[in-house]
């Protein structure tokens, strides 16, 4: 609970710049507490008129001003907050009760009962456009993992969403998995990874890509190859490049520069495209393990899809082949000189 203050705290701190900004002239009065006329309107049901009621700073410093919730029974939350999440989807212009739905968010995860509420107001968050503050991605993972360890499924907790009217779709879920991967919370995220289709939201290369990006972020590069092969091999998707990229340099500053390779022959194998970048990267990695034939080898096939190495890169190759190769010569040279020598004697 104490986690959840400070965030709350810093919650509230994150708007007083913005709202300092709004103009003044409709604002509540100082005298008056924003929270009370927020629940006038909602006990007269003018919903559409509780974003207009968020231009007034002084009145929200130090609570949020939907905490009188708590006084209702939890079905009646529910319905109330469904009405107005209702109520604002025709307001425009879309953004318009973006700080009506972020205090909603926030008061309802820091509840006794933020599931599956806060999923439908963030899923209404989103689809107006909107983006919660940062601050909502640790309320989220908080509540997440309180739930989770009631021994509740990923798929159990999603799917309650339709006890309220709701749907749970993939734009929810990612950014659940990206709240989860802001505080590190990886294995988590890769249980929601895998507990989406069984709550009918099939993972979308956003769902991987963010994942995936997390874990190479931390260099779980065995863990990150598995999820790129199961989202190309299971799913059909195509990971986005910029994700390559990052599952690629975190493989070359491991070193495992074969690993690096084999991704880059799977995802060729199975019709996906590669970068110039993701190309470039490896050869580089090649070239620090000298590695001078597998650079090659890459090379080649990058030319092959008509890309071609900087003119540095390929110098490097040629060198390095050079000295392989003269290598193996002399190598052998002495093997013989030493073979003949012996037969003299």
């Known amino acids: 609970m104490v986690i959840r203050a400070t965030v709350q705290h810093r919650f509230l701190l994150h708007f007083r710049p913005f709202l300092s900004q709004c103009p003044s002239a409709h604002s509540v009065s100082s005298l008056q507490n924003l929270g009370q006329v927020v629940r ?3 006990e007269a049901k003018n919903y559409v008129k509780i974003p207009d009621l968020f231009i007034s700073l002084e009145s929200c410093q130090n609570s949020n001003p939907f905490s009188f919730f708590s006084s209702f029974p939890q079905n009646v939350q529910v319905q109330i907050v469904d009405e107005i999440l209702q109520s604002f989807i025709p307001i425009r212009p879309r953004s318009k009760p973006q700080l009506a ?3 909603l968010l926030s008061y309802t ?5 933020p599931f599956p509420l806060a999923l439908a107001i963030l899923q209404r968050t989103l689809r ?3 983006l919660p503050v940062l601050q909502t991605r640790v309320l989220l993972s908080s509540a997440w993992l309180e739930r989770r360890c009631l021994s509740q499924s990923v798929d159990d907790i999603l799917l309650q969403m339709q006890t309220i009217g709701y749907t749970p779709d993939c734009g929810t879920c990612n950014y659940l998995l990206s709240s989860l991967c802001a505080v590190d919370q990886l294995p988590e995220a890769v249980k929601v990874l895998n507990g989406m289709g069984g709550a009918g939201c099939i993972p979308d290369s956003n769902s991987y890509g963010t994942v995936i990006g997390a874990m190479s972020r931390v260099r779980k590069t065995a863990e990150a190859q ?13 990971p986005g490049q910029g994700i390559l990229v990052k599952l690629l340099a975190a493989l070359r500053a491991n070193r495992e520069i074969w690993n690096a390779v084999e991704i880059i022959e799977f995802l060729e194998k199975e019709g996906n495209s590669v970068g110039f970048e993701s190309y470039e990267l490896v050869i580089e990695g090649c070239l620090e393990k000298c590695e001078y034939v597998l650079a090659a080898k890459v090379a080649t096939g990058m030319t092959e899809r008509g890309f071609i ?5 390929r110098q490097k190759i040629i060198e390095g082949l050079c000295s392989f190769l003269n290598d193996i010569a002399g190598r052998s ?13």
């Open 40 to 42: 006038e309107e909602v």
């Open 101 to 103: 739905y972020s205090y």
């Open 109 to 113: 995860l820091q509840s006794s009962h």
């Open 128 to 130: 107006s456009g909107c």
């Open 226 to 238: 598995d999820l790129l092969k199961q989202m190309v091999v299971q799913y059909g998707l195509t």
């Open 309 to 313: 190495p900087y003119i540095a890169v």
């Open 333 to 345: 040279s002495h093997g013989l000189w030493q073979s003949n020598a012996a037969r003299g004697s």
